[in-house]
């Protein structure tokens, strides 16, 4: 999304991963700003929740939308809420669809993401982002508030949830799932952007002190806890781990988030770990397409465009021993099925 830094126009293609084109003086602020409507199962702002009628346009690069991706594959929503992929990059004016032959999605017919906004808000001024749900009919946007969709996938969309379909936001924990994320997503999934966007010293020297004071605190409270809230995995867990299975990869080097690699801080490589070897999780990653989207599209970050060879991915696949500190994973539920074919990350793409 735009922010109070950004010098391009509001209507340049990002997604909240994506930076500022331009790097000003002063810390990274970040436009909250979406199209907050509602897919619910009373329908009541116009879009009610029904099978076959909605697409999920995500782009695997993303942290964000890499979220609703885990947590429609976790509750097996796939059969109802189909799924069109942007490419790893964009220029200013979209994401595009650039994996599918022709470069245009299959089912809504377009090569610019934007054509779906502008479709639904002819003068849409913000940024075109991912994820966003487009309604298959009309090819009109209907959200992009990644925060909402997911939380609505566990609690609106349960009537096409699969049989053993794990509970992400129990509302016995919703308070405490909340609080975390809360501090999550200030100090970690936006730290990391505070880092690598900050425009004079001070404000980098102030990121980079609150995102290691969040990762400690983390690893404190998951040194004796196998998930951040509860016994299972939850909604938390969720938006911790697309943040962290970016760390060594990107957020390291490209953000200057350097104190430590994630592969170093041993509590939280450990978390990491278990949760990418939980179906649902490490199955929806493809770490090219994380390296080519920052490394190339972020150009004042990293003006050559060079992506790097690295880092050696098959520490992700090492044992992690977290189940000695008890927790079920799915709870009273069952691990997801294999990924849809057509949804299958590439094998070169994969840990």
């Known amino acids: 999304m735009g922010t109070s830094t950004d010098r391009t126009p509001d209507t340049a293609a990002r997604s909240d991963s994506t930076a500022p084109a331009y790097i000003a003086p002063g810390g990274f602020t970040r436009d909250t700003n979406y199209i907050d409507t509602r897919i619910t199962a009373d329908g009541r702002e116009g879009y009610p929740v029904e099978a076959g009628r909605y697409r999920l346009i995500a782009a695997r690069a993303c942290p964000w939308a890499n979220r609703t991706q885990i947590v429609r594959r976790l509750l097996g929503l796939e059969q109802a809420i189909s799924l069109g992929l942007c490419g790893p990059t964009h220029d200013q004016r979209s994401w595009t669809f650039d994996l599918d032959p022709g470069g245009i999605d299959p089912v809504l017919g377009i090569h610019f993401l934007r054509d779906a906004y502008l479709a639904r808000f002819p003068d849409y001024p913000r940024g075109i982002t991912v994820p966003a749900i487009v309604e298959e009919a009309t090819g009109q946007v209907v959200t992009n508030d990644y925060a909402q969709i997911t939380l609505d996938f566990s609690t609106e969309w ?26 999550v997503y200030a100090e970690v999934n936006n730290g990391v952007y505070r880092c690598g966007f900050a425009g004079d010293q001070a404000s980098y020297d102030a990121a980079y002190h609150r995102l290691f004071a969040a ?65 649902g999780f490490g199955d929806t990653l493809d770490f090219t ?48 099925p294999p990924p849809l074919p057509a949804e299958v990350v590439a094998g070169e793409h994969r840990a």
């Not at 992400?168 to 501090?183: F, G, H, K, S, T």
């Not at 951040?228 to 781990?241: C, M, P, Q, S």
């Not at 060594?248 to 278990?274: I, Q, T």
Request: hydrophobic share 35%.
């Open 215 to 279: 990762l400690d605190w983390l690893s404190e409270r998951l040194r004796t806890q196998r998930y951040l809230v509860g016994e299972t995995i939850t909604e938390a867990d969720v938006r911790l781990f697309t943040t962290l299975a970016r760390f060594d990869a990107v957020y390291h080097g490209h953000f200057k988030c350097n104190r430590e690699k994630l592969s170093e801080m041993p509590v939280l490589w450990a978390y990491a770990r278990d949760l990418f070897q939980t179906p």
């Open 289 to 336: 397409q994380i390296k080519q989207h920052y490394y190339i599209v972020h150009t004042d970050v990293n003006p050559t465009g060079i992506v790097p060879a690295g880092p050696d991915l098959s520490g992700w696949h090492t044992a992690h021993g977290r189940e000695e500190l008890g927790g079920r994973p799915f709870g009273d539920g069952t691990p997801p």
């Open 158 to 183: 349960t009537e096409f949830h699969r049989e053993g379909a794990p509970e992400l936001y129990p509302r016995a924990l919703r308070a405490e799932i909340d609080e975390v994320n809360e501090r």
